[in-house]
């Protein structure tokens, strides 16, 4: 099936052409959807890859995967290659802290460079991945490390030192924190790991899990706002979703710059 007329660059002045598009909607299949990802061999289906390791194998290797904008700060390039680098880098890191396929890595902080490789490079390993808010307090953030049996999280010196210290005794599951230090923060928190030391210690190279599409890949917590918070699984299929989404209701295009 030739989709070519939703694929084509926009002309800025020129309306949509909605034939094509009620033509997409009334032609649309989850297998046609599935066409747009490349996939592992043997089935397999890796939210990782499809993100980012299949585009840094190719010629986009060099080109910018997000931009990070910070109050006072420059502007920060990440491209695709060097987020692949980084998030081969973790899946190691975790890997030899014992961590296995199907276990929880957690994440508590904003969104800055490390926060996106430690998620990629949970998924690269086959890891599950559950994010936490930055502005939870102490007792959410346990109860969510608590239900979700997260093994592995990953913060900043300063969140640790205020949201998780105070509870880190009542969690005995949570066997390693990796710390993103602030400059000027003061030492190392106690009972913690240095994330930056630890990410430049480990192998670049890892070959990314070939989980299937009904593999766990996310646990995400609803807001506990009328009783315990829920964890709610999400596949590494959901991938095809969040495609199909980019390119037929968003209409992003390669030269697009997405905020999300």
């Known amino acids: 099936m030739d989709w070519s007329p939703i ?12 034939a094509d598009y009620d033509r997409a909607r009334r032609e649309f299949s989850w297998e046609q959807a599935s066409g747009l990802l490349d996939g592992l061999p043997g089935g397999a289906l890796n939210m990782a890859h499809e993100a980012i ?12 995967a997000i931009r990070f904008l910070a109050s006072g700060a420059p502007v920060h390039d990440v491209t695709f290659g060097q987020l692949d680098e980084s998030s081969r880098r973790f899946a190691n890191l975790v890997t030899g802290l014992g961590v296995r396929p199907g276990d929880r890595v957690a994440t508590l902080m904003g969104r800055v460079p490390a926060l996106y490789t430690s998620v990629l490079g949970t998924l690269t390993a086959g890891e599950v991945y559950c994010p936490l808010f930055s502005a939870f307090g102490p007792e959410p953030v346990r109860s969510r490390l ?11 010196d300063l969140l640790y030192r205020r949201k998780v210290a105070p509870i880190r005794t009542a969690l ?12 000027g923060a003061g030492d190392l928190p106690d009972g913690t790991l240095d994330f930056e030391v630890l990410l430049r210690e480990a192998s670049p190279h890892f070959e990314t899990a070939r989980t299937s599409p009904e593999d766990a890949a996310l646990l995400h917590f609803t807001s506990g706002t009328t009783g315990k918070p829920k964890g709610v699984l999400h596949a590494h299929a959901a991938v095809i979703a969040h495609v199909a989404t980019a390119r037929w209701v968003l209409d992003l295009q390669p030269e697009d710059v997405y905020w999300c």
């Open 53 to 64: 390791g299949r585009h840094a194998a190719g010629e986009s290797a060099d080109r910018r």
């Open 7 to 18: 694929a084509k660059p926009r002309d800025a002045r020129r309306a949509p052409n909605l």
């Open 146 to 156: 608590e239900l979700g049996a997260v093994r592995v999280l990953v913060t900043t």
């Open 172 to 183: 005995p599951g949570l066997e390693h924190v990796l710390v993103v230090r602030t400059p």
